[in-house]
């Protein structure tokens, strides 16, 4: 079984800025795609923004120009900058990974990030 460590969240202001981590403690993570959903209280989970295993990003429209994800293969770890948050940005969010080659899927057990003054 894969752990996914998710940490960063909280209670930012709008406007304010946020960066989520999450590690993945296994020596093969080149090979997984990973990516970060969001899950709003009543509503389905959605893609907030997604890295290949060569970097290619790909985001959702409403985090685009605002959400940077990375990832920092010497930690093991990707991140999603977060900046000029707003209160709709308000939900659960899930790191996501999956593997290259068997296609497997795995998820953390999420992090809220609360956006309120």
């Known amino acids: 079984q894969v752990q996914l460590v998710e940490s960063g969240g909280g209670l930012v202001q709008p406007g304010g800025s946020l960066r989520l981590s999450c590690e993945v403690p296994?020596?093969?993570?080149?090979?997984?795609?990973m990516g970060w959903y969001r899950q709003a209280q009543g509503k389905q989970r959605v893609m907030v923004a997604t890295?290949?295993?060569?970097?290619?990003?790909n985001y959702a429209d409403s985090g685009k120009g605002r959400f940077t994800i990375s990832r920092d293969g010497a930690r093991s770890t990707v991140y999603l900058q977060m900046n000029s948050v707003k209160s709709e940005n308000t939900a659960v969010y899930y790191c996501?990974?999956?593997?290259?080659?068997?296609?497997?899927?795995?998820w953390g057990r999420g992090i809220l990030v609360t956006v309120s003054s």
């Open positions: 890295v290949s295993r060569v970097g290619t990003t």
């Open positions: 996501y990974g999956r593997h290259a080659i068997y296609d497997t899927e795995y």
């Open positions: 296994r020596s093969d993570f080149s090979l997984y795609t």
